[in-house]
C-alpha cells in the first residue's frame, strides 16, 4: 500500500496566485481530512469528507479556501487567491469508519506564499 | 466540544533520562479514541499508539509506554531511557466514535522533546 499521497511536496508561489494540494487517500478508505500546521495554530482540520460529502467544513479560514473530493480517490484543497499567511504545511489524511480504525496521513505539502 | 490540551511546550532531559509527556483531554461521548503522534525534525507524522475509551489497561512498547486514566482524562506517554533519537514533537489526539461514519481527529498543540546527548 502507498499510502496517502500528496503533492506537490514543496510549493512556492507569489501572493495572489492561485495554488492547489492534491491528496490521493489510502483505497478503501472512506473518509479524507485535511489539516493545516503552522507554528502559532498547531495542527488544525480545515475540512473533513465522508463518502466523498464534506462532513464539516468549519475550519476553513476564509472563502479564499475551497476543498473538493469529485471521487473517492482524490481530493484538492485550492486557495485562492493566495496570501503570505497562508504559508504552511499542509495534510492529508484518510481513514476507514469510525476513529477506532486510526488515521493514516500523508508527508505534508509546504506552501510557502512570498 | 472535544479538546486537548498538553500543558508542556518544551521539554529537554539528557540521554538516558525518563520523560513523560502529559496529554489532558475533553469530551461528552462515552466512546471516544485517544492517539499519539511523533513529528521528527523530517516532518512527517508518525503513529504510535491508538487506546479506546473501553480499554484503561496500560500499554507498553519497547521503551514506550503510555498511562490510560479515565478518571483524571488523561492520556501520558512516557519514555524510558531516552535516546537522542527520540527528539521530535509529540502530538496528543482525540476523536470521538460514537456516531455514524467517521470523525475528525482533534489534536493537543504538541510537546517539543529534545533529548540531549
Known amino acids: 500500500d502507498a499510502g496517502v499521497i500528496q503533492s506537490p511536496r514543496h510549493e512556492v508561489t507569489e501572493m495572489g496566485q492561485e495554488v492547489t494540494l492534491r491528496c490521493k487517500p489510502i483505497?478503501?478508505?472512506?473518509?479524507l481530512f485535511w489539516y493545516r500546521q503552522t507554528m502559532m495554530r498547531g495542527l488544525e482540520l480545515l475540512i473533513y469528507?465522508?463518502?466523498?460529502?464534506?462532513?464539516?467544513d468549519s475550519g476553513m479560514p476564509e472563502d479564499r479556501f475551497s476543498a473538493k473530493m469529485p471521487n473517492a480517490s482524490f481530493s484538492t484543497l485550492k486557495i485562492q487567491p493566495s496570501e503570505p499567511r497562508d504559508s504552511a504545511v499542509y495534510f492529508c489524511?484518510?481513514?476507514f469508519g469510525t476513529g477506532g480504525n486510526g488515521y493514516t496521513f500523508g508527508s505534508g505539502t509546504r506552501l510557502t506564499v512570498v | 466540544a472535544q479538546k486537548v490540551t498538553q500543558a508542556q511546550t518544551e521539554i529537554s532531559v539528557v540521554e538516558k533520562e525518563d520523560v513523560t509527556l502529559d496529554c489532558v483531554y475533553e469530551?461528552?461521548?462515552?466512546?471516544?479514541?485517544l492517539f499519539w503522534y511523533k513529528q521528527p525534525p523530517s516532518g512527517e507524522l508518525v503513529f504510535l499508539i491508538r487506546?479506546?475509551?473501553?480499554?484503561?489497561q496500560n500499554e507498553i512498547s519497547g521503551r514506550y509506554s503510555w498511562n490510560f486514566q479515565k478518571s483524571t482524562s488523561s492520556f501520558n506517554f512516557t519514555i524510558t531511557a531516552s535516546q537522542v533519537v527520540d527528539s521530535a514533537v509529540y502530538f496528543c489526539?482525540?476523536?470521538?466514535?460514537?456516531?455514524?461514519?467517521?470523525?475528525?481527529?482533534?489534536f493537543g498543540q504538541g510537546t517539543r522533546l529534545t533529548i540531549n546527548p
Open positions: 483505497s478503501g478508505h472512506n473518509s
Open positions: 489524511a484518510s481513514s
Open positions: 469530551t461528552r461521548d462515552t466512546t471516544y479514541y
Open positions: 489526539a482525540l476523536s470521538e466514535g460514537a456516531k455514524r461514519g467517521a470523525q475528525k481527529l482533534v
Open positions: 487506546r479506546n475509551s473501553f480499554d484503561e
Open positions: 469528507f465522508n463518502n466523498n460529502v464534506p462532513i464539516d
